[in-house]
T-cell receptor
Framework: DAKTTQPTSMDCAEGRAANLPCNHS???????VYWYRQIHSQGPQYIIH???NNETNEMASLIITEDRKSSTLILPHATLRDTAVYYC????????????FGTGTRLKVLA | GAVVSQHPSWVICKSGTSVKIECRSL??????MFWYRQFPKQSLMLMAT?????????EQGVEKDKFLINHASLTLSTLTVTSAHPEDSSFYIC?????????????????FGPGTRLTVL
């Protein structure tokens, strides 16, 4: 499975967009990019995923570069409740479907 | 939809005892369930992959005789920590992948339980 690298921590002002980058330079053509977040002492929560195209849902947008070697998760209007650790995961489209978590980005939304 | 529960949410036990943690998919059938362990301020570490009706596949370095996994049905997997010791104290999290083509998703994402905090005295 491809390895992902993310910044250790980021701050964002409440109401502003939070842009969380992820590098997955060794990704292969049959691997999805998934984003999850984990609020303290809870299980991870699914946010969004994509393969090649940019994706948007009610929580966030996912921008994947054309070469697929990196992606950015965008929370359009961050709130204090978005403070969490955000994990970018690359997963095969077949086989075991297992996730290998990286270190994640600790996002702190400031009032 | 896509709710995964764990029981208990926390447990304290004495060293040498065994502890069983249950993971249930409440509103969908799970072909595969996964077990993770998380130490304070660290990321999740995959322990094993569990498929219904077959033996679990353990990640390298995880002792299968210490962490017994049973996946007897499409909605239940159990993790038993045998002869627990203080170093086994951790946050144990399970996840479930819906049956392919079934609801709530066909994209094979995992849905996570709320976790079980184990403290071994």
């Amino acid at each position: 499975d491809a390895k992902t690298t993310q910044p250790t921590s980021m701050d964002c002002a409440e109401g502003r967009a939070a842009n969380l980058p992820c590098n997955h330079s060794t990704i292969s053509g049959n691997e999805y990019v998934y984003w999850y977040r984990q609020i303290h002492s809870q299980g991870p929560q699914y946010i969004i995923h994509g393969l090649k195209n940019n994706e948007t849902n009610e929580m966030a947008s996912l921008i994947i570069t054309e070469d697929r070697k990196s992606s950015t998760l965008i929370l359009p209007h961050a709130t204090l409740r978005d403070t969490a650790v955000y994990y970018c995961i690359v997963r095969l489209t077949s086989g075991t479907y297992k996730y290998i978590f990286g270190t994640g980005t600790r996002l702190k939304v400031l009032a | 939809g896509a709710v995964v529960s764990q029981h208990p949410s926390w447990v304290i036990c004495k060293s040498g005892t065994s502890v069983k943690i249950e993971c249930r998919s409440l509103d969908f059938q799970a072909t595969t369930m996964f077990w993770y362990r998380q130490f304070p301020k660290q990321s999740l570490m995959l322990m094993a992959t569990s498929n219904e009706g077959s033996k679990a596949t353990y990640e390298q370095g995880v002792e299968k005789d210490k962490f017994l996994i049973n996946h007897a049905s499409l909605t239940l997997s159990t993790l038993t920590v045998t002869s627990a010791h203080p170093e086994d104290s951790s946050f144990y999290i399970c996840s479930a992948r819906p049956r392919v083509g079934g609801r709530p998703s066909s994209y094979n994402e995992q849905f996570f339980g709320p976790g079980t905090r184990l403290t071994v005295l």
